[in-house]
Structure formats: C-alpha cells, structure tokens
C-alpha cells in the first residue's frame, strides 16, 4: 500500500527548483479534504444541511457546508504559510495571506470549496476542486490579480476530491492523473488509480437534458447523434447526469464519456466557472489522456480576465470530443 503522502514525496523530483513546498501545499489540500470528509458523513446529524441564507458573488445561495468547506481549505492553506494567496468560488475577492512566510511563498490557490453542494442535502456526491500556479508577481510581496488570471496551461497541480460512496482525491501535476482512496479507518489516502487512462471512447454522455431546448445547434445534432441506435459504434450511448461536476467528471474519466455544458440563455457565457472548474478538469482530463474545449478553444488555451469567469465546458474521451466538435462546426 502506497498512501498519498508517499507517492507525493516520491515524485517530487518531477519538479524543476522542487524545494518541498509543493508537497507542503499538497498536504494542507489532504488535510482539508479529511475534515471536510468527516463533516459531509455526517451531515444528517448535525445542523450542517441547506442554507445559511447567504448568496455568493455570483448571486447563488449558498449552503452551510459550502461555506464550512470554504472555510476550512482557506484555513489550511493559510497555516503552513506555503500560499501566497486563494481564489475561492465562495469569495468575492482574491485574498492574500499576510504572514511574512506566505508573502514568500511561490504559489497561489483557487478552489471551488464545495462543487454541487446542493446535492449533500440528498446524500449525493460532491466534490472539491483545486488549481495550483505559480504566482507572477514578485516574491516578498502581496499576491495581485494577475498571479490568479493565467491561462490553465500555467497550471502547477490541479485536483479534485470526491465525497461519494467512497472518498477518493485525483490530482495530477502534468505528470499523469493519479487517484487515492481515503481509507477513515486509517486517516489515509491510499494509491488506487496510478496514471488513469481515459477510454479513448466511451458510451455515457453528461448533460442537463432540461435544457434541450436552449442548446446551440451542434449540441442538438449531437446528442441526436448519441441517442440514434448503430450497433457498431454502441449507439444509443447512456444518459448520466448525476448535476455534481466531480461526480460526472470523474465517471466518465474512469468508463469513458463526454461531459457537456453549453451556453444557455440563463447562463450565455456557460455556467462553469473557467478557473475553479474548467481549468482544473481540463488539466486532469488531458493529463488522463481526455480532452476539455469550450466549442471552439481548449480550455487550457483561454486567457482568463476576471476571476469568476464562466465558460462552456465540454470534455470527455478523445473520440467523443472529436465527434462533437464535427457537429458543432456544421
Ligand atoms: P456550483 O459550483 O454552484 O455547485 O455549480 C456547479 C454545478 C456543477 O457541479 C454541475 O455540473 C452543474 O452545476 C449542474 O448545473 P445544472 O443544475 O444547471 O445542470
Ligand atoms: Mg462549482
């Protein structure tokens, strides 16, 4: 058995100029991932459920455990001083940390603490999603907007942990896509999926059908595509949707499946925040073998201009992908 912290050290030398502080900062995101593990698998019995009758920056409500989440990554982060500064989906503002060890600090963090939070008030997935870069601005100073706006292909790490049946943290480093399961006895993440390859086809498609009739044309055409019985190519594929990024993402990264959101009149930028959601999906997904564009650019490609930023997602299996942007080009 290999846990996390092992496999972490051990691939250290993986990084130019590694110094241990990456793998510092990797182990403030796993101890927060346990609290906030412990806190979900327990939520029906204590006052952690629904709102808090707060609405974040974007004008959503927010719930107890997100800001609890929130919290507690931001707390972690903040205490070994190896962070220069966060980005959160629950904060308004970037915000930089103070000490003068983190104002030394080489990288900044943008988390999105809680993804489909809504879904813990019915016992479903969640999950959380993390981004790492190495800040721009100088070291000594306070972190500034321009270290948190890069492009994703800037990105250090990138992670996600999913509070599902079990617990399991994926992360990747641009050196493969790495999955542990969270063992509670132990209070340890233990290796279980080493370099995951996504199918390079896959028969699941991941989308809010609610929507149909928002969707641009080429989305049209092909979930028509998706859903037009051809035995040879395993057509009909199968309809997932389980609403949790994390949760659809990290299925079909194992079983080989497209996730799709478009833009939407209520969301006409897409509903997905570029840099708490899409970069890092995207940069696991690549890394996995997968693929992740907003219809007409890799996602990794965008140049960011505001924190919360929205895009269309669409990522998956190669195949998949491929196909897609066939209809949506028509
Ligand atoms: P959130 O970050 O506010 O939780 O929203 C993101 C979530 C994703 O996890 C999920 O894929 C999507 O929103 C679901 O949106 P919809 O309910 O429109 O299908
Ligand atoms: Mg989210």
Known sequence: MKTLGEFIVEKQHDFSQATGELTALLASVKLAAKIVHRDINKAGLVDILGGNGVHNVQCEAQTKLDAFANETFKAALEARGEVAGIASEEEEHLIAFNSERARAAKYVVLLDPLDGSSNCDVNVSVGTIFSIYRRVSPLGTAVTLADFLQPGQQQIAAGYVIYGSS?????TTGHGTHGFTYD????????????IRAPTQGTLYSINEGNQHYFPLGVKRYL????????????????R????????????????????YPRTPPYPQGKLRL??????????????????????????????TTLHQRSPLFVGSITMMDQLESFLKE
């Open 167 to 171: 617990t399991m943290l994926v992360y």
């Open 184 to 195: 509670p006895t132990l209070g340890v993440f233990c290796l279980s999926h080493e370099n």
């Open 224 to 239: 028509q595509y998706c859903q037009t019985p051809d035995p040879a190519t395993s057509r009909p594929y199968s309809a």
């Open 241 to 260: 949707y389980i609403g949790s990024l994390v949760a659809d993402f990290h299925r079909n990264l194992l079983k080989g499946g497209i996730y799709l």
């Open 275 to 304: 840099l708490y959601e899409c970069n890092p999906i995207a940069f696991l997904a690549e890394q996995a073998g997968g693929r992740a564009s907003n219809g007409g650019q890799r996602i990794l490609d965008i140049q960011p």
